[in-house]
């Protein structure tokens, strides 16, 4: 992993984007490969980890967990472990999660409605 120098003007940009435009802070906490996922999935009801491995079958353990904590930091869901053994880890959207669904479905039906060169049934996109 490398530092990342802060007062460099590829940094300070970002910044100054993520203070302007809101469809910019918004992927910035949703974006990438899995974070969308994991928040349709807990769209429907509170998961625990297992079935949220299970939801994601391709994702790594470590990379799950990652984006867990992240999604966690930003406020979109809330992790509540019971103690018992072995550990209960239930995740669940928070309200600012849950106003994301409308826009996740949306996102679903734009996709669909636009891939004409993708089956999404195919086994790449399993």
Same mark, same amino acid.
């Given at each position: ?6 007062? /460099? ?21 949703? *974006? ?11 769209? *429907? =009801?509170?998961?625990?980890? *297992?079935? @949220? =491995?299970?939801? @994601? ?6 990379? @799950? ?26 995740? /669940? ?6 106003? @994301?669904?409308?826009?996740? =479905? ?19 996109? =399993?």
């Amino acid at each position: 992993m490398y530092a990342v120098k802060e007062s /460099s003007t590829n940094q300070l940009n970002k910044q100054a984007s993520l203070c302007k435009c809101p469809v910019t802070y918004t992927l910035e906490r949703i *974006g990438g490969r899995w974070k969308a996922l994991i928040l349709y999935h807990l769209s *429907g =009801k509170p998961l625990r980890y *297992g079935e @949220l =491995k299970r939801a @994601l079958p391709d994702i790594t353990e470590k990379m @799950l967990i990652q984006q867990l904590k992240e999604l966690e930091a930003d406020k979109l869901l809330t992790r509540v472990a019971q103690p018992v053994v072995p550990p209960h880890v239930t995740y /669940s959207l928070t309200e600012a999660g849950a106003a @994301l669904s409308p826009v996740l =479905k949306a996102m679903a039906a734009w996709g669909l409605n636009y891939s004409e060169d993708i089956t999404f049934n195919a086994p790449v996109c =399993k």
